[in-house]
């Protein structure tokens, strides 16, 4: 069982930064591809982006390329995501989710393992 945490959402104005991180627990956080999700009020969730268990391979949905950079630190089971130039339709509740590193982390497939959540709010 893995547990997850996130942290850092909050309100920012259009093109501010944020920094999210999600915190895990229980497994040997290096064995596990994390990834970030989101969903929008009235919208289906949607893949923001994924990595490997090592960080060596980083994965982005095309809405979000050039701006948001995931990356990890496995001595600390943290996984962060920046958010860069933030606009509006980047508002949205932000998910973290893990699955074993054997699935890889290419995009789609399922997470066998999800935090709460945290809300990002970009104003205009």
């Known amino acids: 069982q893995v547990q997850l945490v996130e942290s850092g959402g909050g309100l920012v104005q259009a093109g501010g930064s944020l920094r999210l991180s999600c915190v895990a627990s229980g497994r040997t956080f290096s064995n596990y591809v994390m990834g970030w999700f989101r969903q929008a009020p009235g919208k289906e969730r949607e893949f923001v982006g994924s990595?490997?268990?090592?960080?060596?391979?980083?994965y982005y949905a095309d809405s979000v390329k050039g701006r948001f950079t995931i990356s990890r630190d496995n001595a600390k089971n943290t996984v962060y995501l920046q958010m860069n130039s933030l606009k509006p339709e980047d508002t949205a509740v932000y998910y973290c989710?893990?699955?074993?590193?054997?699935?890889?982390?290419?995009?789609?497939?399922?997470?066998?393992?999800w935090g709460q959540g945290t809300q990002v709010t970009v104003s205009s």
């Open positions: 990595i490997s268990g090592n960080g060596g391979n980083t």
């Open positions: 989710a893990a699955r074993s590193k054997l699935f890889g982390a290419m995009p789609g497939g399922e997470y066998a393992y």
